[in-house]
């Protein structure tokens, strides 16, 4: 896919591997143990207060509940349905083969990831896309940056994309890359040309299937257009990242915190609409998971924490989601 796809896996440590180890690597590994719970602990300890300090900045009143559906996202081949079904929404790749129609209950609601911004060669439609409307490249995750601009590109979305995922039952859609363009358009008249295209594939979307539910990943700029067909909004890594680039989990500074906090609180107070954070934490490392989720949980936005390739899926209650859909 076209933002979480070719990611290697977080390797097994070397004590894993092996059976017996000299007793110099027990004590070594027993060290790093109680290093690492220490680790754990003060990273709670500082998410807990980064949440409280910016709680007032984010939302009046201070911490809240997240308000909005609670959601997961897996990219893997095979999902979990039954921990999926703990979710309000579980957002699906596609491509694995996965068919919503063969998991109808009332948790969860099953939506398809559908990349807007950028394509990979290994899309279905990638053979029937004019070579003309790809503007540049996305090396960091192999993929081509789409022309918004083109006047054909909504309708081919919609028929290619959005109409096969319809037929198949899913009913609403995560739509992702919306930012893509920002790497081939450096005018502001390339952005706002680009910005405009955007908005008439979402349109698009909602002139063909008025009951798809979307869901967009950043997009923020889209929203005074776009605000009365639009869901959801989410954004990703508010305390913990993922470096595609160097493979490697990431601390996020307080400044580009601030400025999603902001974004946060504009789509919420302005627009009335749910604000979904997905932040990242190694596979195994429950404790970065748990207080990453408190921590976004406690500024009143729905958290979600998964590992880098989006294939490491917690039960609801452990990741501070309350489930509602069936109810």
Not at 96 to 105: C, K, L, V
Not at 108 to 120: D, H, I, K, M, Q
Request: charged share 20%; glycine share 8%; proline share 7%.
């Amino acid at each position: 896919m076209e933002r979480r796809s070719a990611m290697s896996k977080v390797g097994q440590g070397l004590a894993r591997r092996f059976g017996a180890v000299p007793a110099t690597m027990n004590r070594s590994r027993e060290a790093r143990s109680r290093a690492a719970s220490i680790a754990h602990a003060l990273r709670s300890a500082c998410v807990a207060l980064l949440a409280l300090a910016t709680a007032p900045f984010a939302w009046a009143g201070g911490p809240q509940r997240p308000v909005g559906p609670s959601i997961a996202l897996y990219y893997g081949e095979q999902p979990p349905v039954g921990i999926l079904s703990t979710y309000d929404i579980a957002v699906v790749e596609p491509d694995s083969g996965f068919s919503p129609r063969d998991h109808m209950a009332p948790c969860p609601r099953w939506f398809a990831y559908a990349s807007v911004g950028e394509v990979t060669p290994q899309r279905a439609y990638y053979a029937d896309l004019p070579q003309r409307w790809l503007l540049g490249s996305n090396s960091a995750w192999a993929s081509h940056v789409v022309d918004q601009s083109e006047p054909d590109w909504p309708a081919f979305f919609v028929r290619h994309v959005i109409d096969p995922l319809w037929a198949r039952g899913y009913r609403g859609f995560f739509l992702d890359t919306l930012d893509s363009y920002q790497l081939v358009a450096k005018t502001e008249w390339e952005r706002t040309r680009q910005r405009e295209g955007l908005i008439r594939v979402i349109r698009a979307i909602k002139a063909r299937h008025r009951d798809a539910y979307l869901i967009l990943n950043r997009g923020f700029e889209l929203l005074p257009e776009l605000h009365g067909e639009v869901g959801a909004v989410a954004f990703e890594s508010l305390f913990s990242g993922w470096d595609q680039t160097n493979a490697r989990y990431v601390e996020v500074p307080q400044a580009d915190r601030d400025w999603l906090l902001a974004q946060a609180r504009e789509v919420r107070d302005r627009y009335g609409l749910p604000v979904i954070s997905i932040d990242y934490c190694a596979p195994d490392d429950d404790a970065c998971a748990r207080s990453t989720a408190e921590g976004i949980a406690a500024l009143g936005i729905v958290p979600y924490v998964t590992d880098g390739a989006l294939q490491t899926v917690r039960p609801a209650v452990l990741a501070h989601q309350t489930p509602r859909c069936g109810r």
